[in-house]
């Protein structure tokens, strides 16, 4: 049996190995399956959600994990501006506090490494809720989890990635991660001021994964078993005429689907804005609310591994 | 909510009535694909529950592809490998087939766990023409296997233990589609 080293901090995609992967899927699978099994196992542990960027349902997705497995959650939502961070304190000495406290620290931040920084000085596991556009490494085992529970298989699958792929973190993380699979071809749709960036072009060269990049949606539909949508951050835009230019260039509605396998899956990260229209809701393939659901297994099946 | 046939206590649900369709969706399309068409195809369901999943898998090529696949029903009892332990009770489920000589036959089975069944009924099939090929698709595939046999086409894999069993619930018995773990 192969030994699966274990994973103390969840800082980026490529910690994961193929085992642990379905390790884990193995667990989730047994918690959606059976939750009533998992209640209790973190009974008395406690977890900080950290959050220097605004999110809902990241930060809800583990707690409610947290919580369904016995153990508690804490947190902040606005650290940022109301914790002793506006007072200057750095994140090194916030995460020391918050590691004698909590059982394990969830951490939100607007700077990319901010995690790997936190994971350096913290004494117990932190797990990367999203680093600025570095990654969101938990986003994307949900993501692959989705495929996995809406195909049957992640080997050997084509998918579009649409929108801002220079900004996006979990495309960054989810394309990392497919890279551990075989035979996966990927099309990155992107307006070029928001184009996937080239680290992570070489790295798919290296692992031996065909991609092509391009801005015509319309002829990658018929081809792809995965659209992946993702919303144009306004956010990290510095020129509001930058944005203005590129948002609702790419989006999915009833004439897409109309050009989509009739097997095949929309996925988004969500929030989302107008990437898809609300009328693509209804079709069977619009797997967006269901990818959402899939988080609370997956990331109380993280946790269970991390903490139990 | 009523159960037929099974015993002990339902531990999950593994698909429901969505999923289920969802998957004989990308099962229909997935055998079009691989066979280049719908030409020459049959479906063949193994009694009693597959032939149920067959003809749902017809009229899901139909809508995709616009041609009818012809489909059947076969029962592999008398072909089973425990007839010693086990006779046959029960021989109302009759085969019925369409034309399958050099026609690819998709078998259609609801769950493949040892691949016994799905032995005896390749047997039972061969005893009425000869097939230019068979495939295999399911709805669950449960693992535990004990033949050498693999299924082309699957809804879902799921890892089971050797005491628990997996039961396809299909509206036409038990008036819901659902799959569910029962240990």
Redesign the interface.
Same mark, same amino acid.
């Given at each position: 049996m192969a030994i699966v080293s274990r994973l103390r901090h969840v800082i980026e995609s490529q910690q994961f190995s193929r085992a642990l992967l379905e390790e884990l899927f193995a667990r989730s699978e047994e918690i959606k399956r059976e939750p009533h099994r998992f209640m209790g196992r973190l009974n008395g542990q406690v977890m900080a959600a950290l959050f220097y960027e605004p999110s809902t349902r990241t930060r809800l997705s583990f707690e409610a994990a947290m919580i369904r497995l016995g153990g508690q959650g804490m947190g902040t939502d606005n650290a940022r501006e109301f914790s002793s961070a506006a007072k200057g304190e750095t994140l090194e000495d916030s995460i020391r506090i918050v590691s004698g406290y909590a059982d394990v620290i969830v951490l939100r931040h607007n700077e990319q490494g901010a995690a790997k920084r936190a994971a350096a000085v913290s004494s117990v596991p932190v797990i990367n809720a999203g680093d600025g556009p570095g990654q969101h490494p938990t986003q994307a085992l949900l993501d692959i989890y989705t495929i996995k529970d809406e195909l049957n298989r992640v080997d050997g699958i084509r998918i579009a990635m649409v929108g801002d792929l220079a900004n996006g973190r979990t495309v960054r993380s989810l394309t990392y991660l497919l890279s551990k699979f075989k035979d996966i071809k990927i099309w990155f749709v992107a307006p070029p001021v928001v184009a996937m960036r080239d680290d992570l072009k070489a790295h798919l060269d290296e692992h031996h994964v065909p991609w092509v990049e391009t801005e015509d949606l319309e002829s990658v539909l018929p081809e792809v078993d995965v659209v992946y949508m993702t919303r144009i951050q306004k956010e990290r835009f510095s020129d509001p005429a930058a944005y203005e230019a590129v948002k609702g260039v790419f989006r999915i509605d009833k004439s897409s689907l109309a050009l989509m396998r009739k097997y095949s899956i929309v996925m988004h990260p969500l929030p989302r804005v107008d990437e898809i229209a609300q009328e693509v809701d209804d079709d069977p393939r619009a797997a967006y609310f269901r990818q959402a659901r899939n988080g609370l297994h997956v990331r109380m099946a993280l946790l269970d591994y991390l903490l139990s | 909510m009523k159960w037929t046939a099974t015993a002990g206590r339902v *531990? #999950? %649900?593994?698909m429901d009535e969505?999923a289920i369709?969802?998957?004989l %969706?990308?099962i229909a399309?997935?055998i079009v694909e691989r066979n280049k068409g719908a030409d020459g195809l049959v479906l063949v369901g193994i009694v009693r529950k597959g032939d149920i999943l067959a003809q749902r898998l017809a009229g899901a090529i139909l809508e995709?592809e616009g041609s009818t696949v012809p489909f059947g029903r076969i029962n592999p009892s008398r072909h089973r490998d425990d007839l010693h332990i086990r006779p046959v009770a029960d021989s109302s489920d009759v085969s019925e087939l369409p034309e399958i000589d050099d026609r690819i036959v998709v078998l259609v089975d609801d769950v493949i766990w040892h691949g016994r069944t799905i032995r005896a009924a390749m047997d039972a099939l061969i005893e009425l023409g000869r097939p230019r090929s068979i495939q295999l698709a399911v709805l669950v595939d449960r693992g535990h296997r004990e033949l050498p046999i693999r299924p082309d086409y699957? #809804? *879902?894999?799921?890892?089971t233990s050797v005491d628990e069993m997996i039961y396809v619930c299909l509206k036409e018995f038990e008036n819901l589609d659902r799959v569910v773990?029962i240990k």
């Open positions: - | *531990k #999950g %649900t593994v969505d369709r969802r998957s %969706t990308r399309h997935e995709l699957v #809804g *879902k894999n799921v890892a773990v």
